[in-house]
């Protein structure tokens, strides 16, 4: 166990397209800037080169905004945190290469921190966060998992998607849909203005804990087609309720598998993490379900659903802690089970 009055910790995030900075002072997040990679939207979803170079040309800004933020200079960082993976490799390195250099002129530790770990221990940012053991559903662009988590960054998954993720989902159809990328807070905005009960989409019939998201995409595919065929205006007269009726399949298959894991592990915690815990009818849907099967749920603020280095900075807090420091050759890395 490590003592030190004051653990300030500077946190880099850089595994996809959203450059971020965060400080965090014994456990508390004082700053957490983030520059979204616009530039993205015009390709229909994240070009990896594009990324580590816009990585490059934000993360000294990124950096420099969440010092001022916190009120921190440079000199008082005693650790420094980054997201050593999974993630698109280039983008990862930025990060990576940056958090070393940094470390190595201040003559100080870095710690490496699990990405998927990290969404999960956004929920430690706030006071109010779940108590061990609870359960978390991770739902994010290239994730979904159901994760039990035991301590912090303890974890095991119960179950996992067999192909697409939930974000996933939500952008490959949001595109069927001519929405820009990424599709999923558009779907979000769509649907509350749409009958979700409008059009009825395929659900996947997997065994134990596991997800599966390519049927339904395939289901909206083909209605869109079929239906298009016959009347060209069809998405644009239907947009909201077309909408709110993936956003609604996609939340039903999200919690009837998650209430079925809290069923088999008898845990009443339950959480949500990742960029698609943003999603407003997924918040509502799993507040209902807890309300009715007694759970006590939690919901990360929305800043702290997509990619953020607050998450990064919480959980190398915890580690530090435990004095759990990388060598300065740990390399950044694209696949990392948990
Ligand atoms: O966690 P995240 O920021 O990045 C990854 O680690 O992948 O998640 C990004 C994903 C994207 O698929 C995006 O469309 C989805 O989160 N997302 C949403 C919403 N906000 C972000 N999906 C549905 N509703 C939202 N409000
Ligand atoms: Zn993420």
């Not at 990576?96 to 998927?116: E, N, R, Y």
């Not at 998954?157 to 595109?175: I, M, N, P, R």
């Not at 709110?244 to 915690?269: D, V, W």
Request: proline share 4%.
């Amino acid at each position: 166990m490590q003592t030190k009055d004051n653990i300030c910790i500077l946190a880099i995030e850089s595994s996809c397209d959203d450059t971020s900075a965060a400080i965090c002072i014994n456990g508390k997040v004082l700053a957490n800037v983030s520059n979204s990679q616009k530039i993205h939207a015009e390709y229909g979803g994240v070009v990896p080169e594009l990324a580590s170079r816009a990585h490059i040309s934000n993360i000294v800004p990124v950096v420099d905004a969440a010092l001022k933020r916190a009120g921190v200079g440079m000199s008082e960082v005693d650790a420094i945190a980054f997201t050593r993976g999974p993630g698109l490799l280039g983008s990862l390195l930025v990060g990576v290469s940056f958090a070393k250099g940094i470390a190595q002129s201040l003559g100080i530790p870095i710690i490496d921190v699990h990405h998927m770990k990290a969404h999960v221990m956004a929920h430690f940012i706030d006071d109010d966060h779940p108590s061990f053991p609870f359960l978390c559903l991770t739902v994010s662009g290239g994730h979904t998992q159901i994760i039990k988590v035991v301590d912090y960054n303890e974890m095991e998954v119960l179950g996992k998607s067999l192909d697409d993720a939930a974000g996933e989902a939500f952008d490959k159809t949001a595109k069927m849909l001519g929405l820009s990328y990424p599709g999923g807070p558009l779907i979000d905005k769509y649907a509350a203005e749409g009958n979700p009960k409008a059009f009825k989409f395929s659900k996947p019939n997997v065994k134990g804990l596991d997800y599966s998201f390519s049927g339904l995409k395939t289901s909206v595919l083909y209605y869109l087609r079929d239906q298009t065929e016959k009347n060209p205006n069809f998405i644009e007269e239907n947009l909201h309720d077309i909408c709110a009726s993936i956003q609604y399949t996609i939340i039903e298959i999200l919690l009837k598998t998650l209430k079925k894991a809290a069923e088999e592990t008898g845990i009443k915690e339950i959480a949500i993490a990742g960029g698609v815990s943003a999603n407003k009818g997924l918040r509502k849907a799993l507040n209902e379900m807890g309300e009715k099967n007694n759970w006590k749920v939690y919901v990360p603020a929305f800043e702290y659903c997509t990619d953020n280095a607050g998450m990064v900075a919480i959980s190398a807090y915890y580690k530090y802690l435990k004095g759990e420091f990388a060598p300065l050759d740990i390399p950044a890395v694209a696949r990392w089970s948990m």
